[in-house]
């Protein structure tokens, strides 16, 4: 009988400690063993409070006289593609956070409708081709346009001149969507997939530096470089460090990914035609290697593809270049070991 109580007394004590363990010197129990984070699905960061915000998608300008843009360093992902000509612009996504300020803002294509109306993404423009306001009037997708709202929710710089001067504000931003009765909560979360560090990613043949250019204006040739110390790209157009306007930061990157994409040019004004459901060959730039990929249009979203799955991105903010399949990768794409 006194080994039983012995036994049951040494038990006593070692689950007061182990729960005394358990606790912090208040008394509570520890934060650190309660922590949850939340992924962001464009970025793949993680959060202690979940990131709800609806992707907001905007057409901003690339002409030279447009640089450099406000509110580029923040977006979780920028496609870049051409709208007539060699001319690109940047179609700009932010989720995990919204600037103060985004612009200079342009027109809207047809395909950049596509895109949004795929990630279910907020869409702004200031302008449209035919077949881009066709599509806007039938209201596929949620969205303000300058060409209704120029001086009421967008503003005009007096710093730059028209076309390359329209901008707006998180403010205006967040009014133009009540204006219009678009809900601003996520509701499609993208079939993106991430490494848990950059170490997973380090797989595939080194390269240090990779251009690419639109036509034969050097205004449109870019040079991506590989910053060892941070893991990320520097991003360079026409020789000139790509910067965000508002705060003079540089705009880095984890991921740089080129889509092979056919294009059709389909009037006198260089206007093209994009097919953006068939999938393609892609290169994956990330963790200083490169890869060779495919991307396909999962459920409207242009996913990097590997052994088909979901390539798995490093977390951080990714670049998409569309490159015309006429043309080509291997002859649009160079890289440097």
């Known amino acids: ?8 007394i040494i038990f006593a004590v070692v689950m007061f400690v182990l729960s005394a363990c358990s606790k912090n010197e208040t008394g509570e129990e520890s934060e650190e063993r309660q922590e949850v984070l939340y992924t962001a699905p464009f970025t793949g960061v993680e959060y202690e409070e979940e990131v709800t915000q609806r992707p907001i998608l905007v057409t901003i300008n690339n002409h030279p006289q447009a640089r450099p843009q406000s509110g580029i360093a923040q977006a979780d992902v920028v496609f870049e593609m051409v709208a007539e000509g060699n001319i690109t612009r940047f179609l700009a996504l932010f989720q995990s956070e919204i600037p103060d300020k985004i612009g200079p803002i342009r027109s809207a294509r047809d395909y950049f409708i596509d895109i949004a109306d795929g990630l279910d993404a907020f869409y702004i423009a200031h302008g449209y081709s035919p077949d881009a306001q066709s599509l806007l009037n039938a209201g596929v997708v949620d969205h303000i346009n300058g060409m209704q709202y120029d001086g009421v929710l967008f503003d005009r710089s007096p710093n730059r001149k028209a076309p390359h001067n329209s901008y707006i504000t998180k403010e205006s931003l967040i009014a133009g969507a009540e204006k219009v009765g678009a809900s601003m909560e996520i509701e499609k979360t993208p079939k993106f ?19 690419i250019q639109y036509g034969t204006d050097s205004s449109f040739e870019n040079f991506y470089s590989y910053i060892s110390e941070e893991g990320m790209y520097e991003r360079k157009s026409a020789g000139i460090v790509t910067i965000d306007e508002e705060t ?12 092979e ?5 389909i009037d006198n004004k260089g206007r093209k035609e994009l097919t953006l459901t068939d999938g393609g060959n892609a290169y994956l730039f990330q963790a200083g290697v490169m890869k060779e990929i495919e991307w396909a249009n999962v459920d409207g979203v242009l996913v990097p593809m590997e052994n088909g799955v979901p ?15 006429n043309i080509g990768l291997e002859n649009m794409v160079n890289t440097l070991p």
């Open 1 to 8: 009988m006194f080994v039983f109580k012995k036994w049951g």
């Open 193 to 211: 997939s991430f490494y848990d560090s950059i170490d997973g990613a380090k797989i595939g043949s080194t390269v240090s530096g990779i251009s």
């Open 248 to 259: 003079q930061e540089p705009v880095l990157l984890s991921n740089l990914i080129f889509m």
């Open 261 to 265: 994409i056919p294009h059709k040019t």
């Open 311 to 325: 390539a798995k991105l490093v977390k951080g903010k990714t670049w998409i270049s569309f490159v015309p399949t």
